[in-house]
């Protein structure tokens, strides 16, 4: 069960008791920041697509929504999301508690969106469609492995920037 692999992933960095499970879902972004208790925006919702090496996660705000255009000038390729099935092979997470935790496979890199960075503290799933764990963005860029930050989702900068 992804879950636990996630859990063990955390246990080694001491932090397994952080993980939050809910009884009810928390596989939408909503549906996340009700069980919270946050707003939606700092749902760190994490987003898998097909690239000619394999899978890209990008891992944005709740509020975020992937910018065509800046995804195909970042990525070099059209924003196309994996399926159901092949967000579980690449990955190991199934939709609804994907995370950027415990991803063992090489064909997987990790982006962080800039979207994020409004936010003291941001709750990406866990590796169930009914956990979240706290993580401020310096802890979320270590544990998630991720290969940088990245600008490409739209939506979410209300000024209009």
């Keep these: 069960m992804s879950i ?16 939050l499970e809910f009884d009810v ?3 939408t972004v909503e549906l996340a920041a009700v069980a919270v208790g946050c707003e939606p925006a700092r749902i760190a919702k994490t987003l898998s697509f097909s690239v000619e090496e394999g899978c890209v996660l990008v891992v944005c705000a709740g509020d975020a ?11 070099h390729t059209k924003a196309k999301m ?3 099935d092949e967000v579980i092979a690449f990955t ?3 939709v609804g508690g994907v995370c950027p935790f415990s991803v063992e496979n090489p064909a997987v890199t990790t982006w962080l969106d800039t979207s994020l960075r409004r936010f003291t503290t941001v709750f990406p799933a866990a590796g169930s469609s009914n956990s979240a ?3 401020t963005l310096s802890e979320l860029e270590e544990f998630s492995g991720a290969k940088g930050w990245v600008d490409v989702c739209k ?4 000024e209009g920037e």
Excluded at 4 to 19: L, M, N, P, T
């Design 155 to 158: 939506n979410w900068n209300h």
């Design 133 to 135: 764990i706290e993580l």
């Design 82 to 84: 994996l399926t159901p």
């Design 92 to 94: 190991g997470h199934a």
């Design 25 to 27: 879902s928390s596989a």
């Design 65 to 75: 929504k992937i910018d065509n255009g800046k995804f195909k000038a970042q990525f």
């Design 4 to 19: 636990e692999k996630v859990r063990s992933f955390f246990a080694q960095k001491g932090r397994e008791s952080d993980i």
